[in-house]
């Protein structure tokens, strides 16, 4: 069981305790912002004074601190790609999947941002107004050092907006990312999200990600597909150097030149034989 924190945070998910019940909703302890409404939209049914609920805080349209059993698109402290959804004199307002939208005001847009657009933001609680505001010049506020992942490692993505060489591309919800074209064998839209690894971190503290792991451990991996899916169908697929990669794919999830170092390695082993036709498992005992 989660553990109440001895504070409240703006921003962040927070354990607390229903402490009376109103005909609007129940108030909880908010502890260091006093109670919080957490309105009746949201209350569970049978909710009872003295249950803890597990609630996100944020600052109401009165900059009032109110609670919501929703989960936003992302929290304080995390990157998202969020749409903007108005553009007043304030700046931009994003929907981040709550009631009030979320502002970027002008002097923490990279650049103008504009209506139905979508963009990679940091969110954080602005010192001086207090209020929880979201920033395009992400790298004003994330630390390249900062970065703990290595080569290999599996990483959470979410697909960001493509440019020319490929798609930028938010790791772990905590860091910017490029994934490059040429090593997409697989649909990706923006906004998605996907398993990925890390691929490289540049000298200039930029970083690589791939959705295939790519060296020793992928050609194991892939191969440890190859011969699984060889099993299943008797020993033989009908796969060759001039199959489509479209086919490759669809078999093993893998690029063409991924599946064929993979094959290189079974054959090398003798695990398997290459044919005109396809390839077979050489020990029919191990199907």
Not at 26 to 51: A, M, S, T
Not at 201 to 224: C, F, H
Not at 251 to 261: E, Q, T
Request: proline share 6%; aromatic share 10%; charged share 30%.
């Amino acid at each position: 069981m989660k553990i109440p924190s001895l504070t409240v945070k703006l921003g962040t998910m927070n354990r607390l305790r229903v402490v009376s019940k109103v005909r609007f909703g129940v108030y909880l302890d908010g502890k260091n912002l006093d109670e919080i409404l957490l309105p009746l939209r949201y209350v569970p049914e049978g909710c009872e004074v003295d249950d803890f609920l597990d609630v996100f805080v944020y600052l109401d349209s009165e900059d009032r601190p109110v609670a919501t059993t929703e989960t936003p698109y992302a929290m304080v402290g995390e990157l998202a790609y969020l749409e903007v959804v108005a553009v007043n004199q304030m700046g931009a307002f994003l929907d981040w999947g709550l009631p009030k939208d979320l502002l970027v005001p002008f002097r923490e847009q990279r650049e103008g941002m504009n209506k139905h657009q979508r963009y990679i933001v940091y969110i954080y609680r602005d010192k001086a107004s207090d209020r929880l505001v979201a920033s395009s010049k992400i790298h004003k506020h994330v630390n390249p050092k900062s970065f703990r992942y290595k080569p290999g490692k599996k990483v959470s993505l979410i697909i960001c907006n493509p440019f020319e060489l490929g798609y930028n591309v938010i790791i772990e919800k905590q860091f910017p990312g490029v994934i490059y074209k040429n090593e997409v064998f697989q649909p990706v839209e923006e906004g998605q999200q996907v398993s990925g690894y890390i691929k490289q971190i540049r000298p200039d503290g930029k970083v690589d990600v791939e959705l295939q792991k790519s060296g020793t451990y992928g050609r194991e991996a892939n191969a440890e597909k190859i011969l699984a899916l060889l099993k299943e169908k008797d020993g033989f697929l009908p796969i060759t150097d001039k199959s489509p990669p479209e086919e490759i794919y669809q078999l093993f999830a893998v690029s063409k030149k991924a599946y064929k170092r993979a094959v290189g390695g079974l054959y090398k082993q003798r695990l398997i034989t290459i044919e005109e036709d396809g390839i077979r498992l050489t020990d029919p005992s191990a199907q």
